[in-house]
């Protein structure tokens, strides 16, 4: 398992928001930024906020991110069907002396 | 533009070896760590290892134990990823991602396509 954990799925109608959790400890979370990474089905992943909450140029701002304690979350506002992807948080862990990632949410626009 | 570009995936018997490769353009590669990242068939992303602008850093995933060597050639504008004693569980499609890392890790900003690795008799 993750050292990262997230919702294995999430979903929302157009237009809605939704949120992806993502629950470290003091030695990642607690002391490092968190980015999150979208990855469209048979793609290569793509950088979606870095820093807790910086959007990198491209990327809309009805996505936006956040960190408190040992937790972060994804916020996808206006939710549309080119949403639809998988999202994972990354962080670096200062125990381990390497990256760590969340597990994956699947998000469904139904 | 920037471009990464993974070669030398492929079908390699348990117990072999592969060396995978990342040609780096369109940037100042020897100003960047760069990484390699995993993703097992239908799995989530596994961070494997990162290697400092000037070889001066290298880290590994625990998980490996000691049988991945990553490597640069900032003249080559190229990453490599040696990969010996190859176990079934090492199937996936191998990334190389670069970070800004100013000096402290940051983010993975630009990936590869990623190359395929397929271990099995």
């Known amino acids: 398992q993750s050292v990262l954990t997230q919702p294995p799925s999430a979903s929302g109608t157009p237009g809605q928001r939704v949120t992806i959790s993502c629950s470290g400890s003091s030695s990642n979370i607690g002391i490092n930024v968190v980015d999150w990474y979208q990855q469209l089905p048979g793609t290569a992943p793509k950088l979606l906020i870095y820093?807790?909450?910086q959007r990198p140029s491209g990327v809309p701002d009805r996505f936006s991110g956040s960190k408190s304690g040992t937790s972060a979350s994804l916020a996808i506002s206006g939710l549309q069907s080119e949403d639809e992807a998988d999202y994972y948080c990354a962080v670096w862990d200062d125990s381990l002396n390497g990256w760590v990632f969340g597990g994956g949410t699947k998000l469904t626009v139904l | 533009e920037v471009q990464l570009v993974e070669s030398g995936g492929g079908l390699v018997k348990p117990g072999g070896s592969l060396r995978l490769s990342c040609a780096a353009s369109g940037f100042t590669f020897r100003t960047y760590t760069m990484n390699w990242v995993r993703q097992a068939p239908g799995k989530g992303l596994e961070w494997v290892s990162s290697?400092?602008?000037?070889?001066?850093?290298?880290y590994y995933a625990d998980s490996l134990k000691g049988r991945f060597t990553i490597s640069r050639d900032n003249a080559k504008n190229s990453l490599y990823l040696q990969m010996n004693s190859l176990r079934a569980e090492d199937t996936a499609v191998y990334y190389c991602?670069?970070?800004?890392?100013?000096?402290?890790?940051?983010?993975?900003?630009?990936w590869g396509q990623g190359a395929l690795v397929t271990v099995s008799s």
């Open positions: 290697i400092s602008s000037n070889s001066a850093y290298i």
């Open positions: 991602a670069r970070d800004p890392a100013t000096p402290q890790p940051e983010y993975f900003d630009y």
């Open positions: 820093s807790n909450n």
